[in-house]
């Protein structure tokens, strides 16, 4: 009698869907972000001032990741864009496989760009590829300047990191030189922002970051064309 | 030939220690309390605030859970506490087996509460029993008064809800009547206090609370003893 060896790895699982992701994102020539960060540190009110802004040179759509209700689906989708909603019931982090079902659900021809907001949790998210092309990190000032230290993960993997609700440093003891030298150990040249949904000025730079990142990012998939096209 | 099959189980393991735990903190007649919540919603601040208070009534003690540094446990110790830092590099909840170890490192015949403070996540720590006899869940304003909808399963196991950075309130549109309510369709008996580290009233009605609960459960240990004596 052979015995059959079954093993089931939920991160094979989830990279091999990762993966595909990553394709079908890429033969419709969309780009996905992933915004990661703690519960409440302010990803949906983001991604509410960031939409007009970007809207105006791409178009986007959004799969808003929660353990439970459509609230923050409700709020993006008062702005005019294609958003899922993806609920975990319970789960602590996104997986690519939710997001595959998500993606299925948008109409990816008329998309540029999706942002894929997950879970609020600053840990298990960050072990979890979904097939996106970038990370933002979200730490709020009201979260404590210790914890790029505490949870150095987040902010190792993230391309940007936006420091949010800025408007209440002065009403908490967060030390912007403690949080960005933490984040610095992590990443010399990681960019980091600052954002309060107070001031619509500080979204500026975090949209010039997105349309910049993606102009370099279609140099490089221009440039490896015309190379194929030469070989 | 015989197959020999092992199945682990992760909350299998966990709950045996749990239970050993309990079972050594009751040897001791020592309570416990886990402090669950997301990451920078004030559990060490509520401790650095709650201990002086409590310290004239019982003798104290403190896990402090993080996935990396010492800085909670500094915290806790200028206050003259006994304090354990638990690591778990990178883990996103405590685990009973890691609680057994640092309550091998107090000195229990010399406490009557630990205090085990979780790691910063408002979501896997509420599927580990620790051993703890009653657990307290934490809320600030600032991470918003959607998320005992959202995490539901945080407020369902608590014996008491702590509302903390209320002198944040006016700062965020956080509406407490909704968060009370929503917490109150998990518990419609759950008790809610209100927290700020700004105003040192706030903290009595939480301690009360602890020794109320305290003297509930010894008046209760003592009526089992005398039964057990009787019968």
Known sequence: MTI?????????????????NRQRLDA???????????AGCGKTTLLEKLIPRLSRDM?????????????????????????????????????????????????LTDVELVFIENVGNPICPTNFDLG??????ILSVTEGDDKPAKYGHLFQIADLVVISKIDLLRATDFRVERAVGDIRKLG?????????????????????????????????AGAEHNQAAVA
Chains 1, 2 share one sequence.
């Open 188 to 220: 010399p040249d990681k960019p980091v922002l600052a954002f309060t949904a107070a001031d619509p000025t500080t979204v500026e730079p975090i949209a010039d970051w997105i349309l910049q990142w993606r102009d370099r990012r279609n140099v490089r």
């Open 4 to 20: 059959e060896v079954v093993k089931r790895s939920l991160l094979a699982v989830n990279d091999r869907a990762a993966e595909q």
């Open 28 to 38: 419709f020539s969309v780009l996905a972000i992933n915004l990661l960060g703690g």
């Open 59 to 107: 178009r986007l759509a959004v799969l808003e990741g929660d353990l439970a209700t459509t609230r923050d689906a409700e709020r993006i989708a008062a702005l005019n864009v294609p958003v899922v909603q993806l609920l975990t019931e319970g789960g602590c982090h996104l997986t690519a496989t939710l997001v595959q079902r998500g993606l299925a659900k948008l109409p």
């Open 132 to 137: 996106e092309h970038a990370r933002i990190a």
